[in-house]
């Protein structure tokens, strides 16, 4: 089995940059994903293949990766975008196919 | 757009069983991948079950297999996820999201809570 690991918290202050990353060994050959989650909330897309951004997702909201690390950059952090995020990714075989989210990141906006 | 409504949540003893549904209002339901993903109280996300477009693949988390099954129909626009021999801890906020490219989950549903108690 595999896990994707993220730091539990990260704090910025406004108009700073986050960046939260999520490992794991399987990453070069899978693609990520993340969300943003708010309290009694869904989860909401807003990274898919390690960098695409969804539509009606804001531009400061970036992702990239580098083998075996996947990082969300949020560039000019407003108050609103403190929630938690989750990096998610896929392990497969000939056998069976899962996906797996990481174990989440708190954001703070101090 | 597909918009997802989860219901069927509620109240059940450890040990019972309980059926989930989730209305899609989209006619590309049929066309679309579909999960189940839950979130006990202040934890993180934990993907359940993945069904294909037709039914013909089906793949579950080993913490369910054998008690849950997922279902789908299309004529309907609703996906299905049959609990059996539930457990406390399975306690959670039970989400149904559209799967894409095999990938990411994208949009959600807004949740139906299963509370699993004596």
């Known amino acids: 089995s595999f896990g994707l690991t993220q730091p539990p918290s990260v704090s910025v202050s406004p108009g700073q940059t986050a960046r939260i990353s999520c490992s794991a060994a399987t990453l070069p050959n899978h693609y990520a994903s993340w969300y943003q989650q708010k309290p009694g909330q869904a989860p909401l897309l807003i990274i898919y293949k390690d960098s695409q951004r969804p539509s009606g997702i804001p531009e400061r909201f970036s992702g990239s990766s580098s083998g075996t690390t996947v990082t969300l950059t949020i560039s000019g952090v407003q108050a609103e975008d403190e929630a938690d995020y989750y990096c998610q990714s896929t392990d497969s075989n000939v056998t069976y196919r899962r996906w797996v989210f990481g174990g989440r990141t708190k954001l703070t906006v101090l | 757009e597909v918009q997802l409504v989860e219901s069927g949540g509620g109240l059940v003893q450890p040990g019972g069983s309980l059926r989930l549904s989730c209305a899609a209002s989209?006619?590309?339901?049929?066309?679309?991948?579909m999960h189940w993903v839950r979130q006990a109280p202040g934890k993180g996300l934990e993907w359940v079950a993945y069904?294909?477009?037709?039914?013909?693949?089906?793949h579950y988390a080993d913490s369910v297999r054998g008690r849950f099954i997922i279902s789908r129909d299309n004529a309907k626009n609703s996906l299905y996820l049959q609990m059996n021999s539930l457990r406390a801890e399975e306690t959670a906020v039970y989400y149904c999201a559209r799967g894409l490219e095999r990938g990411w989950f994208d949009p959600w549903g807004q949740g139906t809570l299963v509370t699993v108690s004596s």
């Open positions: 069904i294909s477009s037709t039914g013909s693949s089906i």
């Open positions: 989209s006619l590309t339901f049929s066309a679309s991948e």
